[in-house]
């Protein structure tokens, strides 16, 4: 988890977003629906699998994690944290993980690698969560958060738009990403499985 540690840097540049959230009466709960609908909005953009549509997808992704922010922050500001909301969040990003996966998988027709891509992240968030659920305390130890799997794809999809062809062995950028999402994410399930699985023993 690399970009995580920036959050601090990020949250000084969030004001004007917040402020502009309040001004149009949205509430963190819509900040967070709007977040999600550009994810999906992501996943439809790759999924035609265009240049045009993955610079698209790129800028809908770098939204969706910016608003991700602007939620938790907005509920800061008027002093309405819930746990209420911070569980709406988190439901949201994980159904907003699934439809960029998807999407990515679906527009070069590799769904087998985009199954092993999703269950990768969705069981790194499982483990984090069900460690919590058992008392040990929530686990976010790994390679890969989602501030950085984000990040990997909006640059990914960047870069599938000016180089659309194969890049490494037969593989184009979108296999790559996919790749790397399926074994870190596997891996990162089962180094904190391990951890917790020790600590409970």
Same mark, same amino acid.
């Given at each position: 988890?690399?970009?995580?540690? %920036?959050?601090?840097?990020?949250? &000084? +540049?969030?004001?004007? %977003?917040?402020?502009?959230? /309040?001004?149009?009466?949205?509430?963190?709960?819509?900040?967070? =629906?709007?977040?999600?609908?550009?994810?999906?909005?992501?996943? @439809?953009?790759?999924?035609?699998?265009?240049?045009?549509?993955? @610079?698209?997808?790129?800028?809908?992704?770098?939204?969706?994690?910016?608003? /991700?922010?602007?939620?938790?922050?907005?509920? *800061?500001?008027?002093?309405?944290?819930?746990?209420?909301?911070? %569980?709406?969040?988190?439901?949201?990003?994980?159904?907003?993980?699934?439809?960029?996966?998807? +999407?990515?998988?679906a527009g070069i027709d590799?769904?087998?690698?985009?199954?092993?891509? @999703?269950?990768?992240?969705?069981?790194?968030?499982?483990?984090?969560?069900?460690?919590?659920?058992?008392?040990?305390g929530r686990e976010y +130890?790994?390679?890969?958060?989602? !501030?950085?799997?984000?990040?990997?794809?909006? =640059?990914? +999809?960047?870069?599938?738009?000016?180089?659309? $062809?194969?890049?490494?062995?037969?593989?184009?950028?979108?296999?790559?990403?996919?790749?790397?999402f399926a074994v870190v $994410?596997? !891996?990162?399930?089962?180094? &904190?499985? *391990?951890?917790?699985?020790?600590?409970? !023993?």
């Open positions: 988890m690399t970009l995580d540690r %920036f959050r601090h840097v990020a949250d &000084r +540049g969030l004001s004007p %977003f917040v402020r502009a959230a /309040d001004a149009l009466g949205l509430s963190p709960d819509g900040v967070s =629906v709007v977040a999600f609908a550009c994810a999906v909005a992501a996943g @439809v953009a790759f999924g035609l699998a265009e240049p045009a549509w993955y @610079v698209a997808g790129s800028a809908l992704v770098f939204l969706n994690g910016w608003l /991700d922010l602007v939620d938790g922050a907005l509920a *800061r500001e008027r002093g309405v944290a819930s746990a209420g909301g911070d %569980f709406l969040d988190h439901v949201l990003d994980r159904y907003a993980d699934i439809a960029v996966l998807v +999407g990515l998988a590799a769904y087998a690698l985009g199954l092993a891509a @999703v269950t990768g992240v969705l069981m790194t968030s499982y483990l984090g969560t069900q460690i919590q659920a058992v008392g040990i +130890g790994g390679l890969l958060g989602r !501030a950085d799997r984000l990040a990997l794809v909006g =640059v990914a +999809g960047l870069l599938a738009a000016a180089v659309p $062809g194969p890049l490494v062995a037969g593989y184009g950028v979108v296999s790559l990403l996919l790749w790397l $994410g596997h !891996a990162t399930a089962l180094q &904190r499985f *391990r951890g917790a699985w020790a600590d409970l !023993a």
